[in-house]
């Protein structure tokens, strides 16, 4: 249901914008995140938006070069990244919860999720 795109390879200090889009789901029903997961590592936290408010929350390791925002119009969710660092090399996947607020940090709080897409940067 839930479907990224724009991952890829870039040097460090390089940008990429990552867009998660829904099939099926008004996204603006729910609180959308991404997450993302690292060879040999546990799925960690990312960032996450609040539909209704637009209120926003990041992992401390990506506050001030992510952001998050909302598409209306498309029904999208994008995470635009700068500043890329090799250690943000990763999966990057979007989820969503129906009723979770937009600080919930465990993966367990989010009911869907899509298949992830490759984020890799070179140094």
């Known amino acids: 249901q839930l479907v990224e795109s724009g991952g890829g390879l870039v040097q460090a200090g390089g940008s990429l914008r990552l867009s998660c889009t829904a099939s099926?789901?008004?996204?603006?029903?729910?609180?959308t995140a991404w997450f993302r997961q690292a060879p040999g590592k546990e799925r960690e936290f990312v960032a996450a938006?609040?539909?209704?408010?637009?209120?926003?929350n990041y992992a401390a390791s990506v506050k001030g070069r992510f952001a998050i925002s909302t598409d209306s119009a498309r029904n999208t969710v994008n995470l635009q990244m700068i500043s890329l660092k090799p250690a943000d090399t990763a999966v990057y996947y979007c989820?969503?919860?129906?009723?979770?607020?937009?600080?919930?940090?465990?993966?367990?709080?989010?009911?869907?999720w899509g298949q992830g897409t490759q984020v890799t940067v070179s140094s």
């Open positions: 099926g789901r008004n996204l603006q029903k729910l609180t």
């Open positions: 938006i609040s539909w209704k408010d637009t209120c926003t």
């Open positions: 989820a969503a919860s129906v009723f979770g607020s937009y600080m919930v940090t465990l993966p367990t709080g989010y009911r869907y």
